[in-house]
């Protein structure tokens, strides 16, 4: 944990934790469409990456607004989160149109006409699901697949202003365990918490988000920081260790203590830890670039899913594609980082900051204006 100027600290080295769940959810994707079987996946359970988001995000929105959304009101709360999650959809979705009409590996894209594709594309922006454009094995957001876990997240989001956020702590941890024994039976009746992204399994992401954000939101509360000398590296080979995770009888049962035992202790654990010198700055820079990452990279992987079904590379070269593809796509990231997302941002708040000021001069400020997370 490092103290800033300000009177909170900013966790360093969970934002860097951030990071490295983004690039290995970025290596899983190319992954996936060549092991369909995930016991035979090198990175299996890498999609257990998006249950780290979640907790993570628990812990961060209590940190952030615990005693302090009555001060900025739900309209100053949902802004907010509006403001540092949703410029990158419409990016995101136009870049998943884009290749889903220009895939050279790919069929028509117009051979069950247009309409689906104009549609999805609209609630795409709007980030209402739309499971239903061909192909896409009933996506709830087909053209940037990964949004189902940022539709989730509003979801809770919504949830902890209107409800989680009066609650005392005691009642918090018991939702925690109630949402374990859910998040526990998903688990068992799929055989598996990889759901929620498609509409035969939307279901399974309600209990993966309701669990894992209770959780970090239960570390927080009850300041369970677990003061640590691992720094990013040591806990960062920790989550890496439960993505590359064999698949044993009881998968369901693996899967479920690792997002119900470990995820909240490396949130703990990185609550506690510190980051000095170059790894401070890597952490500072891969924390940046999550979720710009995230919400990009899908685009090229659907193109080369439709490549590999075709030419079958060999080993070598499928390394080098997996390789290659990711520090490209790490690349993207960050010239939307640099170039769009931050930009956008600092223009949106500069307006909000304006209009703050002018209902300050007229008499007529009802709320405070929202801090930037």
């Known amino acids: 944990m490092l103290s800033t100027s300000s009177a909170k600290p900013h966790y360093e080295v969970l934002d860097g934790l951030r990071g490295t769940a983004a690039i290995t959810i970025v290596v ?11 016991s035979q996946n090198p990175l299996g ?22 005693g302090r959304l009555a001060q900025i009101g739900y309209r100053g709360f949902f802004r907010g989160r509006l403001l540092r999650l ?11 149109l ?3 009409l220009f895939d050279p590996f790919g069929g028509d894209p117009y051979a069950q006409g247009v309409w689906p594709i104009v549609a999805g594309f609209l609630c795409s922006l709007l980030l209402i699901p739309f499971p239903w454009l061909p192909g896409r094995g009933g996506a709830l957001f087909p053209f940037n697949s990964p949004t189902w876990s940022l539709f989730m997240e509003y979801c ?28 526990a039976v998903t688990a068992w009746h799929a055989g598996t918490l990889i759901g929620g992204w498609a509409d035969a399994n939307i279901m399974d992401g309600f209990a993966r988000v309701s669990f894992s954000f209770l959780a970090g939101l239960s570390v927080y509360r009850f300041q369970w920081t677990l003061r640590t000398r691992l720094g990013f590296v040591a806990l960062s080979l920790l989550l890496l260790a439960t993505f590359m995770c064999p698949y044993f009888g009881q998968n369901w049962l693996t899967e479920w203590l690792i997002v119900a035992a470990v995820y909240p202790l490396v949130i703990a654990l990185g609550a506690g830890a510190t980051a000095t010198g170059w790894w401070l700055h890597c952490c500072r820079f891969i924390g940046r670039l999550s979720y710009p990452l995230y919400m990009t990279h899908i685009f090229l ?14 080993p070598l070269l499928l390394t080098v594609i997996v390789a290659v593809g990711t520090l490209v796509l790490m690349a993207i990231g960050y010239l939307v980082m640099r170039w769009y997302d931050e930009p956008v941002r600092r223009w949106l708040n500069g307006r909000l900051k304006s209009k703050t000021a002018q209902s300050l001069a007229g008499g007529r400020l009802t709320e405070a204006p929202t801090r930037q997370l």
């Open 28 to 38: 899983f994707h190319f992954l996936e469409l060549v092991w369909s079987d995930y």
């Open 45 to 66: 359970h890498g999609f257990l990456a998006v249950d780290f988001f979640f907790c993570l995000s628990g812990f961060v929105i209590g940190y952030a607004y615990d």
């Open 86 to 96: 949703h410029p990158l959809v419409p990016l995101g979705s136009v870049l998943g």
């Open 98 to 100: 884009l290749s889903f």
């Open 156 to 183: 809770i989001n919504i949830v902890y202003a209107l409800v989680l956020n009066r609650l005392h702590k005691g009642v918090t941890l018991l939702l925690t365990v109630l949402a374990a024994g859910w998040l």
């Open 301 to 314: 992987i659907w193109p080369f899913g439709n490549y590999y079904a075709q030419y079958k590379p060999g």
